[in-house]
């Protein structure tokens, strides 16, 4: 008896041990300063002795909500303006209070107290050009519908957007969507007037922009907190409590334009900070854009492309081979798996948050998704278009049926599944970049991040070695078809 207990108390220490080192994932959008802040919450867990896990350049406000409502992530860092306007869809500035509560009862969620600045939403135009039309208030563009107007993608459709912008101030223009990173080269370089802007952009002083004044109060407050699930360790919120009222306007600004302009690094800048503050006790020197970065973030490109890839071959291949010999049902089974491939890879990405979370999950089940059609099809095109006094001739050789598919029809077809498999494995390699926008990690990352900070040697970052990946993985089919295939039927491919 004595032994059972002993036994049940270990599996309780093992469990509890276990519970105990279980990471807090610590999600951000992609965008500058929501990078940053991530950071920020990641170092002063870790200083706290938790195990943090990066979920970083989840693709917007939508992306990043549905992965902390379903549990995918543990916090983020977000703005009372969104969570009001765009998640809880309340008119007007709702205070922290009624925000916790409403997010407390209806889904389990809190948020920590503001981190002390008001990151609101803006339109900006040129100094130059503001001084020439005489536009100072966002009421004034009603009487210059001649301006063009650039705009992120998230704000055109947000609740506290441009739709009810515009209706709000009774503005006629229509504006044309964006990298939100972009933006501030597109107004350098006059191919647009207007576009929207964070307050605390560090773009606004560099670029000497003019800020519209919000005339008629459309946009409400914007307090960056710390929006995180209940379940949180309490030692976790604690520490959270570190960045309340931690951070100016100035600062924020001041930092976001290190990013951009200098080219350092999130985790750098957020460390600086937070030591400076006296908030964390050490400085973490470790670079996530180093030559060790690239490595690790191509291996799980290669994972997560070749997981999808070979999941698609055991599933498409026999499917196919199967409506070669069923022909009855081939159209109805292509016509799903070519809708399937014109799902726009975001939109496939963000409707699986909620069946798969984020991650490795989703993204393999979308590049998988999209690997089945090239297979699918040219197995049953190759199979379909073997010479049939090839097939007579194996028939009246006595062949069974799997005979000879097995030892004619195949090999006679492989030149064209071959190509099928190749097809799909370089999509995969360019399709899994947009892993990085629900968290999926891979080369992705670094395009996603180079666009936030229009980081031309960042984005290059993550395309190179991508498009290196593409190209070997070309020479390797091409070698698997100097090796499988006949020498006269690969002469005839190649």
């Known amino acids: 008896m004595r032994h059972i207990v002993y036994i049940i108390i270990l599996i309780a220490g093992c469990i509890t041990t276990a519970a105990a080192q279980k990471p807090i994932r610590v999600g951000a959008k992609h965008f500058n300063e ?10 002063i867990l870790e200083d706290g002795g938790f195990v943090v896990e990066r979920k970083f350049n989840l693709g917007g406000t939508v992306v990043s909500f549905e992965a902390l409502r379903t549990g995918a992530i543990d916090i983020y860092p977000e ?5 009001a306007a765009e998640i809880l869809k309340q008119d007007g500035n709702v205070g922290i209070a009624r925000l916790s509560e409403l997010l407390q009862d209806k889904w389990q969620l809190q948020i920590s107290e503001p981190y002390g600045f008001n990151n609101t939403y803006a339109l900006v135009l040129s100094k130059e050009l503001a001084d020439k039309t005489g536009v100072k208030c966002i009421t004034d563009l009603a009487q210059h519908a001649e301006l063009r107007i650039g705009m992120s993608f998230e704000f055109l ?6 739709d009810n912008l515009a209706k709000h101030y009774i503005l006629k223009q229509q504006p044309i969507g964006l990298e939100h990173g972009l933006a501030y080269q597109a107004i350098q370089e006059k191919r647009i007037d207007i576009t929207d802007a ?4 560090g ?3 560099r670029y000497s922009l003019v800020v519209l004044k919000d005339d008629k109060a459309f946009f409400p407050e914007y307090q960056a907190v710390s929006f995180y699930s209940a379940t949180l360790p309490e030692k976790a919120k604690t520490l959270l409590h570190k960045l309340d009222g931690a951070i100016t306007e100035d600062e924020m600004q001041r930092m976001n334009s290190q990013a951009l302009f200098e080219q350092r690094s999130h985790r750098e800048i957020a460390n600086e900070f937070l030591v400076s503050k006296g908030i964390i006790d050490h400085k973490d020197n470790v670079s996530d854009t180093g030559i060790a970065a690239i490595l690790e973030k191509t291996w799980i490109h290669m994972q997560l492309t070749f997981m999808a890839l070979l999941a698609a071959i055991v599933v498409a291949l026999p ?6 010999l069923y022909p009855f049902a081939s159209k109805a089974v292509l016509y799903v798996a070519g809708i399937l491939q014109t799902i726009p890879s975001i939109a496939l990405l963000a409707l699986l948050i909620p069946l798969a979370g984020i991650g490795t999950i989703p993204a393999v089940i979308a590049l998988f998704l999209y690997a089945l059609l090239p297979i699918l099809r040219n197995t049953m095109i190759g199979l379909f278009t073997v010479d049939p006094p090839l097939k007579n001739v194996a028939t009246a050789m006595g062949l069974t049926r799997i ?3 097995r030892l004619v029809e195949i090999p006679l077809a492989m030149p064209m599944i071959l190509a099928g498999i190749r097809t799909a494995a370089v999509i995969n390699v360019g399709t899994a970049t947009l892993a990085a926008f629900i968290g999926a990690g891979g080369l992705g990352e670094f395009i996603v991040t180079g666009l936030a900070l229009n980081n031309t040697s960042l984005i290059l970052k993550g395309a190179i070695p991508a498009a290196l990946l593409a190209i070997i993985l070309e020479l390797i089919f091409e070698a698997i078809e100097w090796m499988l295939i006949p020498r006269h039927l690969r002469q005839k491919v190649l």
Request: glycine share 10%.
């Open 34 to 43: 929501g990078y940053i802040l991530s950071e920020m919450i990641a170092l």
């Open 79 to 83: 703005y009372t303006g969104t969570i």
């Open 157 to 162: 459709k947000r609740a506290d957007g441009w």
């Open 198 to 201: 964070y307050s605390t952009d």
């Open 203 to 205: 773009e606004i002083k």
């Open 319 to 324: 499917i196919g081979i199967l409506l070669y």
């Open 403 to 405: 005979q000879r598919l």
